[in-house]
């Protein structure tokens, strides 16, 4: 695809639709009987959202503009289609919503979850026709971004919490969990399972059956060799979801990541060169501060390659701005290389663009769609 960087200039994100369709059916194949929610905030791309709307997918949104994002997308053949498609396939999965956002979503009785009281009487005076989920607190161990600290409630205090929300009149459909996004630890989901199994089960004894199970996401994507393969990973799910909970219980999952990240290749272009405590640095068109961002707030050391051969040595690799923290790797193995020269990035379709800025001027990287 160097073709595309030389046509399209630099920075350049390419998202291969081939891909995400694929990635997508991968899904569907090996865990049958889950629902797909995708879970925007890895990439919002319009272009992406309407591949998933033609593959029948769900959404996972977090605020109200990723909602009417997905709802400005959706195929509105009458006012009935557009209610149905709201309810069965969004869930606001943000356990803590503003006020002005539960008013918007008033009208629509959208799934939605929540992990304590306060967050409940919230909804209950601006959103009380909610299909509510109640997130449970599960370990993240092992996981590349650890999210247990900030969502879910623990497991013990579960029941009770949806006690409340019932007695409050609201309708409580069922539970949901998050092991962490890049999960490499298949405990995460085992313990989680067995968790959420035993609340269920406490709130039949109590009277109240739940009747929807969601996952989450965390499905890894191969950034490395270390990485678990999909297939087994998805074997031993099903194995437990089949053996905790009765078919009659819905269960859904809302990857991000895995759907996302596979599909886009990055194409900077060295803009800068210099030898610094011995050390050969790039200086390239984009940063931490832009595509690159993930190496921040994804945790993901990216790795470049180059479309030149030839004898390689330890280099560092940083973005345009004036910034030392616009440091992408201090180790990348690269033959020596000239200005203008490119590289490129793989596996960068997730949490990229997504939380790119323009700091210091530089633009984004522009996005190429292919394979639509």
């Known amino acids: 695809m160097k073709y595309l960087a030389n046509k399209h200039k630099t920075p350049l994100l390419v998202i291969d639709h081939k891909i995400i369709r694929r990635q997508y059916l991968l899904l569907r194949k090996y865990l049958p009987r889950v629902g797909i929610y995708y879970a925007i905030k890895a990439n919002s791309e319009p272009e992406i959202i309407k591949t998933l709307i033609k593959l029948d997918a769900g959404f996972d949104v977090a605020s109200i ?3 009417k994002t997905v709802l400005d997308l959706a195929p509105k053949k009458d006012k009935k289609y557009l209610r149905n498609f709201i309810y069965d396939r969004i869930i ?17 009785k959208t799934l939605m979850t929540f992990d304590n009281y306060e967050e409940l009487l919230k909804i209950k005076k601006y959103c009380p026709d909610a299909g509510l989920i109640c997130r449970i607190k599960v370990a993240n161990v092992g996981s590349v971004v650890e999210l247990s600290s900030k969502f879910g409630v623990e497991p013990g205090d579960a029941p009770n919490l949806i006690e409340k929300a019932i007695n409050m009149g609201l309708s409580v459909e069922g539970l949901s969990f998050h092991v962490g996004s890049q999960c490499l630890n298949l405990e995460n989901y085992v313990n989680a399972l067995d968790a959420s199994a035993i609340i269920f089960k406490e709130m039949h004894s109590r009277g109240y059956k739940l009747k929807l199970l969601n996952i989450g996401g965390g499905f890894p994507v191969p950034y490395d060799s270390n990485v678990i393969n999909f297939k087994p990973l998805a074997k031993k799910i099903n194995l437990e979801i089949n053996r905790l909970f009765p078919k009659d219980v819905e269960v859904v999952a809302e990857p991000g990541r895995f759907i996302a990240a596979e599909s886009g290749t990055l194409f900077v272009k060295i803009i800068g060169k210099a030898l610094r405590d011995g050390k050969t640095v790039y200086y390239i068109d984009d940063g931490v501060y832009n595509s690159l961002s993930g190496v921040i707030f ?29 440091t992408v790797s201090t180790s990348e193995n690269l033959p020596d290389l000239k200005i203008n020269d490119l590289l490129y990035v793989k596996n960068i379709g997730a949490y990229s ?10 633009p984004k990287a522009k996005i190429l769609h292919i394979n639509t």
Not at 315 to 321: E, H, I, K, Q
């Open 92 to 108: 606001v999965a943000n356990t803590i919503k503003p006020e002005e956002t539960l008013i918007k979503l008033a009208n629509n």
């Open 298 to 326: 994804d945790h993901i050391p990216y790795h470049f390659t180059s479309f030149k051969k030839g004898p390689s040595s330890i280099c560092a690799v940083v973005g345009p701005t004036c910034d030392a923290f616009d």
């Open 65 to 67: 503009n990723e909602y």
């Open 353 to 362: 663009n997504a939380s790119a800025t323009n700091f210091n001027g530089f």
